[in-house]
């Protein structure tokens, strides 16, 4: 294998290696004294091997030796910056020694490499790793730029109020107010360019809030998990809340997008306060009531066609987490996870969606987006009533 440091030529062209046996012990300036002495003469004055190393023509000869049961063996290098020809001629001539020092030998030539290549082959390796390491520390323009916005919305964060909450700068002037639940969602927004955003603590909401938000227009971006859910239910009783931004479901405000960010504000929903009144006392009516005060139970009326279908659809997506829809003529279009309801609506011509498990208002709404006639599930914890889309459990098909 060629070495580049033992080179003595600057220009070396091939390096010629030979190996070497002799039936007792030589030492190097005996097997360097036999390839310039039995070489001399043979190749005519312009070929002499002291002639060319003079000129720089040949370069240092090297020889390795070891003693191995009283006989030497070596191997022996020679570079050359001759043409192909010239140096596959030297190489014959060494090969016509026979007496080394004072022993009988044999020189054979092993092979005669092509330093070019070998140079061509480290040049092209050393390239990739060059090239990997350049195109690994290389920051494009854009992100250098929002690494730069990043940082600088970062540091906008400030303490609002005799709480210390962490807050945008834009709490006090801003017409719409974001509250979201930690450090770490004020913090996501800010980055996003969103200054109007406080955070309310978690669930310990303290009272400094609920007069900032009487004068605004209040939003609550909750994650979307039970946690949201409390953190609604806590900020309603503390002060007015108008409306409501879910993350994805399973997801958290922290976690989202500079995308998934602003397609959940533009999707927030109105939230409606519950009433405050104080409760009337009521006396118990009788255990038995005379039958025209009882309200009958609202009975669902399921479409005699459909039935079957919706029974088998009910039974094929239970356990699943899996929600199926319909078209008008009972065609399945597309299966999808109930967390990720919100698909479906791209579709058309939807008839029915049936769903594994309870339904809720966020279920009930996407339905009834895409016109679906019929919502069918195990059960409903829906609050709501949508004209034009109607709801049917498990035992409605029983």
């Given at each position: 294998m060629f070495v580049m440091g033992k080179l003595a030529l600057v220009s070396a062209k091939y390096v010629i290696t030979a190996l070497m046996h002799t039936e007792g012990v030589v030492e190097k300036p005996d097997v360097i004294g036999a390839i310039f002495g039995q070489t001399e003469g043979l190749?005519?004055?312009?070929?002499?091997?002291?002639?060319?190393?003079?000129?720089?023509?040949?370069?240092?000869?090297?020889?390795?030796?070891?003693?191995?049961?009283?006989?030497?063996?070596?191997?022996?290098?020679?570079?050359?910056?001759?043409?192909?020809?010239?140096?596959?001629?030297?190489?014959?001539?060494?090969?016509?020694?026979?007496?080394?020092?004072?022993?009988?030998?044999?020189?054979?030539?092993?092979?005669?490499?092509?330093?070019?290549?070998?140079?061509k082959g480290y040049i092209q390796e050393r390239a990739k790793e060059i090239l990997s390491k350049f195109m690994d520390s290389e920051t494009s323009s854009q992100e250098l730029t929002d690494e730069i916005k990043s940082s600088v919305r970062s540091s906008k964060i400030?303490?609002?109020?005799?709480?210390?909450?962490?807050?945008?700068?834009?709490?006090?002037?801003?017409?719409?107010?974001?509250?979201?639940?930690?450090?770490?969602?004020?913090?996501?927004?800010?980055?996003?360019g969103v200054n109007n955003v406080i955070s309310t603590n978690g669930t310990s909401i303290p009272k400094s809030l609920a007069d900032l938000m009487s004068k605004k227009v209040t939003i609550a971006f909750v994650d979307g998990d039970r946690g949201g859910d409390l953190i609604i239910k806590a900020l309603s009783h503390i002060g007015k809340l108008d409306f409501v931004a879910r993350a994805p479901d399973g997801k958290e405000v922290e976690e989202l997008t500079s995308k998934e960010v602003f397609k959940a504000l533009r999707a927030r929903e109105p939230f409606k306060q519950p009433s405050r009144q104080s409760p009337r006392i009521v006396s118990r009516a009788p255990r038995q009531s005379p039958a025209r005060f009882r309200k009958p139970a609202m009975k669902i009326r399921v479409p005699k066609d459909s039935r079957e279908l919706f029974i088998k659809s009910l039974k094929a997506v239970t356990g699943s987490g899996q929600a199926e829809v319909f078209d008008t003529k009972h065609k399945l279009l597309g299966r999808v996870p109930v967390k990720s309801i919100k698909a479906i609506t791209g579709l058309g011509d939807v008839f029915a969606v049936i769903v594994d498990g309870v339904i809720d208002?966020?279920?009930?709404?996407?339905?009834?987006?895409?016109?679906?006639?019929?919502?069918?599930?195990?059960?409903?914890?829906?609050?709501?009533?949508?004209?034009?889309?109607?709801?049917?459990?498990?035992?409605d098909l029983q």
């Open positions: 190749l005519g004055k312009d070929m002499e091997l002291r002639e060319l190393q003079k000129s720089g023509r040949i370069g240092r000869i090297e020889v390795d030796t070891k003693v191995v049961n009283g006989k030497t063996e070596a191997r022996i290098t020679v570079p050359s910056s001759l043409d192909k020809t010239e140096t596959a001629i030297i190489a014959a001539a060494i090969e016509t020694i026979e007496r080394i020092g004072p022993c009988n030998g044999k020189i054979a030539v092993e092979k005669i490499e092509d330093v070019r290549v070998s140079k400030i303490n609002w109020g005799p709480d210390k909450l962490d807050a945008g700068p834009g709490v006090d002037s801003a017409r719409e107010l974001i509250l979201v639940e930690g450090r770490a969602d004020v913090l996501t927004l800010l980055r996003n208002d966020n279920i009930l709404f996407t339905v009834k987006k895409v016109n679906a006639r019929y919502l069918v599930c195990k059960n409903s914890r829906a609050t709501k009533r949508l004209r034009g889309l109607t709801v049917i459990s498990e035992k």
